[in-house]
T-cell receptor, first 113, second 117 residues
């Protein structure tokens, strides 16, 4: 099973709202990732967690706050977003951070109004 | 600096014909190379990878890719295209610079493959 699940599939939020995106994998992977993707563009890395610790933050604004409660779960907390944050948010996981392929979830389509 | 180039924004091919989606890379050491496919409103699906070993790598859905070190290329190929292969394809290289393998994937800009009946 190479499945990464993400909820919700779609999310519409106002600029003053607080919401969370969730990601789950049961492949025993120890590295998990958040990406942001605009239409027809490559994914842009936001965060990397390795063994449940934040390993990489690609200078993401503080209105995005990641959390890794355990080795299977990854959350992205959203607060005071801007319309330009509207995008497809993808979660991915891999065996570990050192090599191998990443498996992506279907994404959450976020619209900020 | 590590980089990946996909020189074609779009590739058009007739169903049943062979297809090639081009990718070239630039890395300071040995590359880890990947191909992903993305269907509309979906996440990326892993197709195949090259880490080491045989230069011809076989992957999912009948796709294969040839690693060419001298030309720094990793072109994606399929002998006979299907209409259902129409999608956005990304080539990626793994960043293994510096003090360790950061795990960061560096993506090309993507190539839209259109297979016509």
């Amino acid at each position: 099973d190479t499945e990464v699940t993400q909820t919700p599939k779609h999310l519409v939020m106002g600029m003053t709202n607080k919401k969370s995106l969730k990601c789950e994998q049961h492949m025993g992977h120890r590295a998990m990732y958040w990406y942001k993707q605009k239409a027809k563009k490559p994914p842009e890395l936001m965060f990397v967690y390795s063994y449940e610790k934040l390993s990489i933050n690609e200078s993401v604004p503080s209105r995005f706050s990641p959390e890794c409660p355990n080795s299977s779960l990854l959350n992205l907390h959203l607060h005071a977003l801007q319309p330009e944050d509207s995008a497809l948010y993808l979660c991915a996981s891999s065996q570990d951070q050192r090599g191998g392929e990443q498996y992506f979830g279907p994404g959450t389509r976020l619209t900020v109004t | 600096a590590q980089s990946v180039a996909q020189p074609e924004d779009q590739v058009n091919v007739a169903e049943g014909n062979p297809l090639t989606v081009k990718c070239t890379y630039s890395v300071s050491g040995n590359p880890y190379l990947f191909w992903y496919v993305q269907y509309p409103n979906r996440g990326l699906q892993f197709l195949l990878k090259y880490i080491t070993g045989d230069n011809l790598v076989k992957g999912s859905y009948g796709f294969e890719a040839e690693f060419n070190k001298s030309q720094t290329s990793f072109h994606l190929k399929k002998p006979s295209a299907l209409v259902s292969d129409s999608a956005l394809y990304f080539c990626a290289v793994r960043d293994i610079r510096g003090s360790g393998n950061t795990g960061k994937l560096i993506f090309g800009q993507g190539t839209t493959l259109q297979v016509k009946p």
